[in-house]
């Protein structure tokens, strides 16, 4: 039957010509796919860039009004098939990618980030601690000074343990006016006395730039309270000192704000500065903040300074000192810092959750079973 034949014929040409088609459209979509790829590799580069010119003037990477711009320029030029929609999401995509790029590319040229894994700031004191060095050390001493033989009987103590750094604060920031706000240069001075006596190295509290040249006399690391992780004037004066600052994590701030902090005093000349780990806000109500663990692992990623764990400002009560202090251990934390204070139920400030000497040897027995590095 001729006519069937030829029909069958026809279908099979059609079957073929579309098969083709369909491999000739396809074709098309390939090298169209790399130039789309080398465009954008080509757009990102140019975005580093920019990235570069913004940050050596001092300007933030990115730019609301400049995304909009390029947006509406997009649409207006736009034929289709896209709707102005798609193609708004598809730039705002490519816009988020290349941001995020920037960001990374700029944190690989300042100074708190890690540029090789074995790199390690390690910070040495003059009694032979030393801080970021694959030790677990503990920073340990009341929440202020309150008098000398508050002092004396906790310094021994630590020394019995092997602790090398006593905190000794002689001004703390108080939520309100009217609450004890340390013995003030006299404070000092005890915890100075104290820490000569058993061979401890000091640190304290700079509530203010206008004191560190009287504090430089009695400490041998300034530390920066929570509250003022992110006064950059403080930070500056700080990075013009010769001795270590320990920097606090403020309790609303991100890592990236808590790692720019320590950019502040690094960029100021000073390169021996410690993070510590607090605890932030959360709506948990039964401790004080919430330890923020995962900060540990992030910030030794990220950074290649000593992290130190505060186990009792992070929880605000003793009862769970000893378990934060066991995960602050296998943390990969440098350290830990604790209040100690030889009757905490009597003391002018922080008394929930400073520990008294049985607990404090109780914790550094049970840290001290725990081996091995993290
Ligand atoms: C402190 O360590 O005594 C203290 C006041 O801590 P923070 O600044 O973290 O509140
Ligand atoms: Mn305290």
Request: hydrophobic fraction near 40%; glycine fraction near 8%.
């Amino acid at each position: 039957m001729p006519g069937t034949g030829k029909e069958m014929l026809s279908g099979s040409t059609i079957a073929v010509s579309e098969t083709n088609r369909l491999q000739e459209l396809r074709d098309q979509i390939d090298p169209i796919n790399l130039d789309i790829l080398a465009l954008l590799n080509k757009r990102a580069e140019i975005a580093l860039e920019i990235g570069q010119v913004l940050q050596s003037m001092g300007t933030v990477h990115y730019d609301p009004q400049r995304e909009a711009e390029m947006l509406t320029a997009l649409q207006y030029a736009n034929e289709g098939p896209f709707s102005n929609e798609t193609i708004s999401k598809l730039f705002s995509e490519i816009f988020r990618a290349t941001l995020a790029l920037e960001e990374q590319d700029a944190r690989q040229t300042i100074l708190v980030q890690r540029k090789r894994p074995d790199q390690h700031t390690i910070i040495e004191f003059d009694n032979g601690l030393r801080l970021g060095n694959d030790s677990f050390e503990i920073i340990a001493g009341p929440c202020a000074v309150e008098s000398y033989e508050q002092m004396d009987t906790v310094a021994a103590a630590l020394a019995e343990r092997g602790v090398k750094m006593i905190r000794g604060m002689g001004y703390k920031p108080r939520t309100s006016p009217y609450d004890f706000q340390g013995m003030g240069e006299e404070g000092l001075k005890i915890a100075r006395r104290a820490a000569n006596k058993y061979g401890l190295v000091v640190i304290s509290e700079v509530l203010d730039m206008s004191l560190i040249p009287m504090m430089d006399e009695y400490v041998d690391a300034f530390w920066v309270g929570a509250r003022n992780m992110q006064n950059s004037f403080l930070l500056r004066a700080l990075g013009k000192q010769s001795k270590p600052v320990l920097l606090k994590r403020g309790f609303g701030a991100t890592l990236k704000e808590f790692i720019y902090a320590a950019e502040y005093i690094m960029a100021s000349g000073n390169q021996q500065v410690i993070l510590m780990e607090r605890g932030i806000r959360t709506f948990s109500q039964w401790t004080r903040n919430t330890l923020d663990i995962s900060a540990v692992p992030l910030l030794k990623q990220e950074t290649h300074l000593p992290i130190i764990v505060d186990i009792s400002h992070s929880a605000g009560r003793r009862d769970i000192a000893n378990p934060l202090g066991r995960v602050a251990r296998v943390s990969g934390a440098d350290g830990l810092m604790v209040e100690v204070h030889p009757n905490p139920d009597v003391a002018m400030s922080d008394a929930k959750q400073q520990l008294n000497l049985d607990q404090f040897n109780q914790l550094m027995d049970d840290i001290e079973s725990i081996g091995g590095r993290y």
